[in-house]
């Protein structure tokens, strides 16, 4: 039954790319591209991947669209008529594919339980995480704890690219809330987005601190309070947005993240433990390392909102100074 | 046991009337017809579908969770469907029977 | 039959990173070669997820009269991607925007002419 379920949406999506090959006008490849976010988060969920659907649902469909738009806004919704001859990509395509095929015959069966993959490293952390650090969710402890030098380098990243992002972009200056801005004519979405932006924001919470439990932690926790952040731009103009949450307040929460982080590593570092070692961080090892993942997870949610929200605001306010001049 | 099966039910029917809002979409002839396919039966199979989760929960966190999602779906997406209507129309987008007043008129006139 | 049972999710896979990759070489327009790269990423997370797929297992989150897991490391490893991968996207978007205010356009052919003028 999972397997039908399966080859459903794996099919879904090869239509869906298909269609974005041949489509010209931009703004309909960016949608189809949130329908194969939303279809590949199916996937995910259906092969158990609970954290990555959550991810990729909250990313991929949600923030990466939001961009998208915000640059078809800026550089125009056509592709222009492509001279290009088709049929050398389309053999190099072909070549390749068929060499990546050919590959997948010396893999080991779909979801077979003796591959490779599942013989080693794996079964420690689905046999020791649960004693050695105490969380249910096997994602979080990884993620956090086995693999906390990782996450602190992805982290970087996330914060390097938002730096990136405004020196290419530059923020949009906080100026005085103009309650003009905005979708004036449209109340019931001003009503509901009151409704709904308070509520995300609570789910984010949620989301933050039971990462621990069940899907979630910091990355999504991050982009859904963005996400929420970026509803309230969207339907209350960006002046407003940027008179509730400052663009130089979020430069520095972006680094504070960062710095909550590696602070996490030095504490431990202190306390006679290795980098990121959180078992030094209280008496007994496990709540050491409860607290350890708490902080990191935080540092990282901080991280991830401010980054992705500095990013929307340097392309919306791009887009806010084309529609003045 | 008959929880069980009123449940399938419920999913069934909550299936058949997401199957009916896809067709309509494909078949319907303009923009506004079309939304109105899709948001309706979205929001009847939303209820229908998360009512039929419900019955198979143990009546414990989990329903709590679904009747949450419930809430959020009821205002999000009659929400959606909304805006988009509404931009269609601010944008100039006209319905089937307008566009076909306007050819008869550019046709007598 | 089993055959195709077993490598059918490898095969869609590879289909889906030659669409994203096709994109990439032919299209002219550069914000469509960021989605196809997107959709190229995108099939990589799931050749990964593939990889770590138990069947018959269930998602790692511990939970009572489980005993058999999915592995944990690729979904960690992607999950992270996934977020980098939004990162780096904006700042090709960021660079998009750039070059049409630079050159007045996006498409590919167009502005690889105006090299000169500037």
């Not at chain 1, 039908?4 to 960016?30: C, N, P, Q, S, W």
């Not at chain 1, 949620?206 to 309230?232: E, K, N, R, S």
């Amino acid at each position: 039954m999972t397997e039908l379920i399966d080859l459903v949406l794996l099919g879904m999506l090869a239509i869906t790319a298909l269609r974005i090959i041949f489509l010209k006008d931009l703004f309909a490849v960016v949608m189809l591209f949130g329908i194969y976010s939303f279809l590949s988060a199916l996937i995910f969920v259906n092969l158990d991947a609970v954290d990555v659907a959550f991810t990729e649902a909250s990313v991929g469909a949600g923030i990466s669209t939001v961009l998208m738009l915000g640059t078809l806004a800026l550089t125009g919704r056509k592709e222009k008529t492509n001279n290009h001859t088709t049929f050398l990509p389309l053999l190099v395509v072909v070549i390749t594919g068929a060499a990546l095929i050919y590959g997948t015959l010396d893999m080991p069966p779909f979801g077979d339980p003796d591959n490779p993959a599942q013989q080693h490293v794996a079964p420690r952390y689905i046999q020791d995480s649960p004693q050695e650090i105490g969380l249910p969710n096997m994602v979080t402890s990884v993620l956090a704890s086995y693999r906390g030098f990782d996450t602190l380098g992805e982290t970087a990243v996330v914060f390097a690219a938002a730096i990136g992002v405004l020196s290419l972009l530059g923020l949009p200056k906080h100026e005085k809330a103009a309650i003009e801005s905005g979708l004036k004519s449209h109340l019931v979405l001003r009503v509901v987005a009151k409704l709904i932006v308070p509520l995300t924001l609570l789910f984010a919470l949620y989301v933050q601190f039971h990462g621990d439990y069940g899907p979630g932690g910091g990355f999504q926790a991050g982009v859904i309070a963005a996400a929420a952040i970026i509803l309230y731009a969207l339907v209350f103009g960006l002046p407003m947005a940027t008179h509730v949450i400052q663009p130089t307040l979020l430069k520095a929460l972006a680094a504070i993240g960062v710095l909550i982080y590696a602070g996490t590593g030095f504490a431990s570092f202190f306390l006679g433990g290795n980098f990121l070692d959180y078992n030094v961080l209280a008496s007994d090892p496990v709540a050491g390392q409860h607290i350890g993942i708490i902080l990191i997870e935080l540092g990282v949610g901080v991280t991830v909102f401010a980054a992705m929200l500095s990013i929307f605001y340097a392309f919306a306010g791009q887009a806010e100074r084309a529609n003045i001049q | 046991m008959i929880l069980e099966s009123i449940s399938t039910i419920l999913l069934i029917l909550g299936a058949f009337f997401s199957l009916t809002g896809a067709i309509g979409l494909f078949r319907f002839p303009d923009f506004f017809t079309r939304v109105h396919a899709a948001s309706v039966t979205d929001s009847i199979a939303t209820i229908l579908i998360i009512f039929g989760l419900i019955l198979r929960t143990d009546f414990d966190l989990v329903t709590v969770k679904l009747l949450l999602i419930l809430v959020f779906l009821l205002f999000t997406s009659p929400t959606a469907s909304h805006a988009l209507a509404k931009s269609a129309r601010h944008g100039g987008l006209l319905t089937l029977p307008e566009i076909r007043a306007t050819k008869k008129e550019d046709c007598s006139s | 039959m089993s055959f195709i049972v077993d490598y059918y999710n490898y095969w869609i896979v590879v289909f889906l990173m030659m669409a994203g990759f096709y994109i990439v070489i032919s299209a002219n327009n550069l914000v469509k070669k960021i989605v196809g790269l997107n959709i190229f990423q995108t099939s990589v997370f799931m050749l990964y997820i593939s990889i770590g797929n138990v069947s018959g297992g269930s998602a790692p989150i511990v939970a009572d009269g489980i005993t058999r897991y999915s592995n944990p490391l690729p979904h960690v490893l992607i999950l992270t991607a996934i977020v980098v991968g939004v990162a780096t996207t904006s700042v090709g978007l960021a660079l998009i925007v750039r070059i049409k205010r630079a050159y007045g356009t996006v498409e590919e052919n167009e502005f690889e002419d105006k090299d000169d003028l500037i």
